[in-house]
């Protein structure tokens, strides 16, 4: 039997009941079947009588009296639905999924009155808590981030504390040097809070449209003008291309356009190297496609915020460009994760808290734009960022 003649909840339910229950189960988003079986010995006797359209989908379930061992292969979840349909007990299990992307759900089972010529019946309800799960596993990262990336520069000044205290104190040669590392990492922790302060604020309100107007390309001038000294002692060129004054002009947080022109600009002069000049452009009046066209052949792209689109949005573009060694494929998804650094990109001048992209993307979404990185390897990366223009 095809899948659309599979029994329905209307068809399942007694005559009394109400039209309005049976549609409100087809039309339940988590996947709900209902399992009979006779012969406790017997896995395959397992037979699924009714599946909503979440579950058919879910479970790819092609015809009625489906075995359920056919749709669910996973031992636990079997465990559960026996519990329920020959120990008339409420059953509860979890199991992952691969793919392209893991995913995670949870079954809850619970045993049915049996039926007129006496099958047992079971409830099965399938939910998916991969967001969940995700959340829960960026909490435990991020504290374990959180509490590593400040023990580190805390045991550093720690450590030259004793020493200052010891052997040290009388050397001023010495003492010197010892304070000028403590306040390099005294400057290091204080950016990470002021970090993660930042990241808060932005995501406490980052469901509230900003209501300002900003000319981008003056705030990237603005930028420019304050980061220039400091990619100069880099030995990088920074090369604007920007339209005329007004051109540019969205609705938007001016200093939360400016922390991203600022996070942007300064992590492309970073990865320059000496020698190297970054481009930074922005553009008018293009479309989502047009924004996050590719400029290198053969380079990679990903998309990491997409904005809603309705349909004949122009955006105002801001594209940064640096000649640095460029990211591999594999790590793109991962950039704007917190803390998360491209592994061998990870010392030197080049260390930052790791939450300058993370910090990009709230804002980028508070202004209902997109993010998205080009990259090849040997050959740098551009970061586009771009807003609606009204």
Same mark, same amino acid.
Request: charge should be negative.
């Given at each position: ?174 003492? &010197?040097?010892?304070? %000028?590392?403590? @306040?390099?990492? =005294?400057?290091?922790?204080? /950016?990470?809070?002021?970090?993660? $302060? #930042? ?81 930074? &452009?922005?553009?008018? %009046?293009?479309? @989502?496609?047009? =924004?996050?066209?590719?400029? /290198?052949?053969?380079?990679?792209? $990903? #998309? ?87």
């Amino acid at each position: 039997m095809p899948i659309s003649t599979l029994p329905t909840a209307a068809s399942l339910a007694p005559q009394t009941d109400r039209p309005a229950f049976a549609a409100m189960v087809d039309s339940l988003p988590d996947p709900v079947l209902v399992v009979t079986a006779r012969d406790a010995e017997d896995s395959s006797d397992r037979r699924v009588v009714f599946a909503n359209p979440a579950a058919r989908e879910l479970l790819r379930i092609q015809s009625e009296g489906a075995t359920l061992v056919s749709a669910i292969r996973h031992p636990r979840v079997l465990e559960a639905v026996d519990e329920s349909l020959f120990g008339d007990l409420a059953g509860e299990a979890s199991y992952e999924t691969g793919g392209a992307q893991d995913r995670y759900w949870r079954v809850l089972t619970r045993p049915l009155a049996q039926t007129a010529d006496g099958a047992r019946q079971a409830l099965l309800v399938i939910r998916d808590e991969t967001d969940s799960r995700r959340n829960e596993r960026m909490r435990a990262d991020f504290l374990a981030n959180a509490s590593h990336e400040l023990r580190t520069p805390l045991a550093s000044l720690t450590g030259f504390i004793e020493t200052l205290r010891g052997h040290a104190k009388d050397d001023p040669v010495a003492r &010197e040097r010892f304070l %000028g590392v403590m @306040a390099a990492q =005294a400057g290091r922790m204080a /950016r990470l809070i002021d970090d993660l $302060l #930042s990241l808060s604020r932005i995501e406490l309100n980052e469901h509230i449209a900003p209501e300002g107007r900003v000319d981008v390309a003056l705030a990237v001038l603005d930028v420019i003008d304050a980061l220039s000294p400091l990619a100069a002692e880099r030995g990088v060129k920074l090369s604007p291309q920007l339209p005329p004054k007004g051109q540019a002009t969205i609705v938007g947080d001016r200093d939360q356009i400016l922390q991203v022109a600022q996070n942007l600009i300064d992590n492309a002069s970073k990865y320059s190297p000496p020698g190297g000049a970054v481009q930074i &452009e922005v553009a008018v %009046g293009l479309t @989502a496609e047009a =924004a996050i066209a590719l400029s /290198r052949p053969g380079a990679a792209r $990903l #998309s990491i915020l997409t904005p809603d689109l309705v349909g004949g949005e122009r955006f105002t573009v801001l594209r940064c460009t640096d000649q640095g060694p460029g990211i591999a494929r594999e790590h793109l998804p991962r950039l704007s994760e917190r803390f998360y650094r491209v592994e061998g990109q990870k010392s030197g001048e080049r260390l930052g808290t790791g939450l300058g992209l993370a910090i990009v993307k709230h804002i980028i979404n508070r202004h209902r734009g997109g993010l998205a990185i080009e990259s090849a390897e040997g050959q740098g990366t551009t970061f586009i960022a771009y807003f609606p223009t009204p």
